[in-house]
């Protein structure tokens, strides 16, 4: 129900409330920021947490500090801001689950398309991973490889380069997570059907089926990795 706390560093939040106000236009290129000891005063901070701030404005291309004394807002600071990716760095177990949604969100969009372009290739392509599938439950492999060739076999009959490289991508980085899902007791198993089903409502032209049974492939991936994390396995 509810989400974790993360504590924010001071200069964090200075880097924030400096943003804002060149967002909001109560700071405009060129202007010359308060010195160091004003902005620690008023931010009721230490002199310490606003020169880190200023420190990571200013490799931002955000704030230049002149040798003669003084602090400006650089010009096209506002342009640098909006167009900037600019989130607070992750701990890596929350970078992987940014990771996972992305690659949900982009996925169930791959499956659609790939139900349009898909052609009698694309689709043998996609039997064959669920021959190395079942194969794998056979004799007792993790079947990571099959698992990764389904999706990227999805990724490639959307005949999009960029896509195809981006499933790949996305899939390689999570690679190690995803021999310890597919590992769970049943898993691997359950897997295969999933495949199946998803193969079956390409080949059917069914984009919005597809996409659902996308959806319900992540999530239960996602049920899975909760509970990994519980056992402190993850």
Known sequence: MFQNIRPVRVSDQIVNQIQCQIVDGRLEEGQRLP??????????????????????????????????????????????????????????SEMFEDLYEAREIFEIKVAELACQRADKLDLMKMERTLDMMQESIRKGDSGIEADILFHQCIA?????????????????????????????PGRLEKCLQEHRAICDAIRQRDQKLCGELMRQHFSAVAKIRGELNREGKI
Do not use: W
């Not at 004003?38 to 947490?49: C, K, P, Y």
């Not at 807002?73 to 607070?88: G, T």
């Not at 195809?164 to 597919?182: D, E, F, N, P, Y």
């Open 156 to 184: 490639m009959a959307t005949k999009n380069q960029v896509i195809a490289g981006m499933v790949r991508s996305l899939g390689m980085t999570l690679k190690g997570m995803r021999i310890k899902t597919l590992a769970y």
């Open 35 to 92: 010195t160091e000891n004003e902005l620690a005063q008023q931010f009721g901070v230490s002199r310490t947490s606003v020169r880190e701030a200023l420190s990571i404005l200013e490799s931002k291309g955000i704030v230049e500090r002149h040798k003669n004394g003084g602090t400006f807002l650089c010009r096209c600071c506002l342009e640098k801001i909006l167009s900037a990716i600019d989130i607070v760095r992750k701990p890596d």
